[in-house]
């Protein structure tokens, strides 16, 4: 992996990400732009290219390619939270009309937090099914604004991919890099998430009414929560033990975990990382993405369990065959590498 924490003073990774994440999450208070007299796209533009001014003022090489990642990161978050959870307008992004069935405002006047409401009551009058809230929002877009991904979806892909890079900053800084915000993790990984916004976007087009499943959205966002929590309880139990590639040598501080989560699996954060995976396809109605997420996870939990259990083995011996006795790996039909006794 290409390393950064040599060049960068040891402890200071975990500060410059949180401060540039929370940076870049202070798009939460774009409206307060708008309501200045700024329009929508005139004072998002300004505020994109103000904090990438800041960062480049703040930082060098390559502590600037920490922030700009955790930057980025935490203003995909902040807008997926401003625009899922909060009664500001989709108009501070400068992408939303109103509805045919309301009167249009004059264009320099600002679309408040009770005309946001009104017209979320509006297109609620209009549709008898039961939609997510950006969902309702979309009706009245009018082609300006195309929802690629669910918001609940772009928050907890960007928050897991930061907390990734964070927690392995504060448990293992010796193994951290900018590989460990996993932006990079394969190609693989690219086309699977590639293959979900395109499945999701052309069936949100052709067959809307199968991303209004209330119920199975939210079962996966709870699969998002379960799965993310626990491979992040997972990655802070193991603490300098967990490293994101699997290792052929045994260093002087490694030693076998048993406690906590890991009494519970073997595998807890591949158990994590599994459900968090799936769920995010739950969470956006892909059955497609869902069926093939499903598949090809399990196959490289499989693979990858076998491949990290040899050198377990091999690390520890009797303790480690002992401790894979009385604890699965949690994984559904996965039992790890089979032992020639």
């Given at each position: 992996?290409?390393?950064?924490?040599?060049?960068?003073?040891?402890?200071?990774?975990?500060?410059?990400?949180?401060?540039?994440?929370?940076?870049?999450?202070?798009?939460?208070?774009?409206?307060?732009?708008?309501?200045?007299?700024?329009?929508?796209?005139?004072?998002?533009?300004?505020?994109?290219?103000?904090?990438?001014?800041?960062?480049?003022?703040?930082?060098?090489?390559?502590?600037?390619?920490?922030?700009?990642?955790?930057?980025?990161?935490?203003?995909?978050?902040?807008?997926?939270?401003?625009?899922?959870?909060?009664?500001?307008?989709?108009?501070?992004?400068?992408?939303?009309?109103?509805?045919?069935?309301?009167?249009?405002?004059?264009?320099?006047?600002?679309?408040?937090?009770?005309?946001?409401?009104?017209?979320?009551?509006?297109?609620?009058?209009?549709?008898?099914?039961?939609?997510?809230?950006?969902?309702?929002?979309?009706?009245?877009?009018?082609g300006v604004y195309v929802c690629l991904v669910s918001l609940r979806y772009v928050c907890s892909l960007s928050l897991f991919h930061?907390?990734?890079?964070?927690?392995?900053?504060?448990n293992n800084p010796k193994s951290l890099s900018l590989d460990s915000f996993l932006l990079n993790h394969s190609l693989e990984y690219?086309?699977?998430?590639?293959?979900?916004?395109?499945?999701?976007?052309?069936?949100?087009?052709?067959?809307?009414?199968?991303?209004?499943?209330?119920?199975?959205?939210?079962?996966?966002?709870?699969?998002?929560?379960?799965?993310?929590?626990?491979?992040?309880?997972?990655?802070?139990?193991?603490?300098?033990?967990?490293?994101?590639?699997?290792?052929?040598?045994?260093?002087?501080?490694?030693?076998?975990?048993?406690?906590?989560?890991?009494?519970?699996?073997?595998?807890?954060?591949?158990?994590?990382?599994?459900?968090?995976?799936?769920?995010?396809?739950?969470?956006?109605?892909?059955?497609?993405?869902?069926?093939?997420?499903?598949?090809?996870?399990?196959?490289?939990?499989?693979?990858?369990?076998?491949?990290?259990?040899?050198?377990?083995?091999?690390?520890?011996?009797?303790?480690?065959?002992?401790?894979?006795?009385?604890?699965?790996?949690?994984?559904p039909f996965i039992k790890g590498v089979k032992v020639e006794l």
């Amino acid at each position: 992996m290409a390393g950064c924490a040599a060049r960068v003073p040891p402890g200071s990774e975990a500060r410059l990400s949180l401060a540039t994440f929370l940076l870049g999450a202070s798009v939460l208070a774009l409206p307060l732009l708008t309501r200045a007299g700024l329009q929508g796209r005139t004072g998002l533009a300004l505020y994109v290219a103000g904090l990438n001014a800041l960062l480049l003022l703040l930082y060098r090489p390559p502590r600037y390619q920490i922030a700009i990642r955790a930057c980025f990161l935490g203003f995909v978050f902040g807008c997926g939270v401003l625009l899922s959870f909060s009664q500001s307008s989709w108009n501070h992004f400068g992408c939303v009309k109103l509805s045919s069935s309301e009167e249009q405002r004059d264009h320099n006047s600002s679309f408040t937090q009770g005309d946001f409401f009104n017209f979320v009551c509006d297109i609620r009058k209009h549709n008898s099914t039961t939609q997510p809230l950006f969902l309702q929002a979309q009706e009245g877009v009018n082609g300006v604004y195309v929802c690629l991904v669910s918001l609940r979806y772009v928050c907890s892909l960007s928050l897991f991919h930061y907390s990734e890079y964070l927690v392995t900053a504060v448990n293992n800084p010796k193994s951290l890099s900018l590989d460990s915000f996993l932006l990079n993790h394969s190609l693989e990984y690219t086309v699977a998430a590639l293959s979900s916004w395109i499945e999701f976007t052309l069936e949100n087009i052709f067959w809307p009414e199968l991303k209004q499943i209330t119920w199975l959205s939210t079962t996966g966002l709870l699969m998002v929560v379960f799965g993310e929590c626990l491979r992040k309880a997972a990655m802070f139990t193991a603490g300098s033990n967990f490293n994101h590639v699997v290792q052929s040598e045994k260093s002087d501080t490694h030693t076998l975990v048993t406690s906590g989560v890991y009494a519970w699996f073997r595998q807890p954060s591949y158990v994590g990382w599994f459900y968090w995976s799936i769920g995010t396809q739950v969470m956006l109605c892909n059955p497609i993405c869902g069926v093939v997420y499903a598949l090809t996870v399990w196959r490289f939990f499989r693979d990858r369990t076998e491949e990290e259990e040899i050198s377990l083995i091999h690390f520890f011996g009797e303790e480690y065959l002992e401790y894979k006795k009385r604890v699965p790996t949690g994984l559904p039909f996965i039992k790890g590498v089979k032992v020639e006794l």
